[in-house]
C-alpha cells in the first residue's frame, strides 16, 4: 500500500523551504534526488518510513 504525503524540506544550498510529494510505503528509507524550487540546485533527501508515517527527513546537497 502506498500513497502521497507532502512534506516540507528544507534547501541545503540556499535554505528556502519548500514541500515535495513523496510516496509512503513499508518501513524503510528511501532516496531521491529533488531540485529546490527556489535555487533549482539539487539536494538529496532521504526519507525514513515506518507504517506509512515519515519519522525523518535527512536533506544534504547533491
Ligand atoms: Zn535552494
Do not use: K, N, Y
Not at 524550487?37 to 544534504?60: H, K, L, Q, S, Y
Amino acid at each position: 500500500m502506498t500513497w502521497l504525503e507532502e512534506i516540507l524540506i528544507q534547501c541545503p544550498q540556499c535554505g528556502e523551504e519548500f514541500a515535495i510529494q513523496i510516496e509512503t510505503a513499508e518501513d524503510g528509507s528511501v532516496e531521491l534526488i529533488e531540485d529546490c524550487a527556489v535555487c533549482c540546485r539539487p539536494a538529496t533527501v532521504r526519507i525514513t518510513t515506518e507504517a506509512g508515517e515519515v519519522t525523518a527527513v535527512d536533506v544534504v546537497a547533491a
